[in-house]
């Protein structure tokens, strides 16, 4: 099966960003990304 997978990227604080990455069945996944 193929998905359309849209991703949305916020920055939660400085160095930190939330991202989400949502396909077109509904499923949603949150990464944090964390930058040192």
Known sequence: DT???TLNIS???KG???IR???SAG???TL???RY
Do not use: F, M, P, S
């Open 27 to 29: 499923d949603i996944q």
């Open 11 to 13: 920055t939660l604080a």
């Open 3 to 5: 998905y359309d997978y």
């Open 32 to 34: 944090k990304l964390i």
């Open 16 to 18: 930190v960003y939330i």
């Open 21 to 23: 990455l949502t396909n």
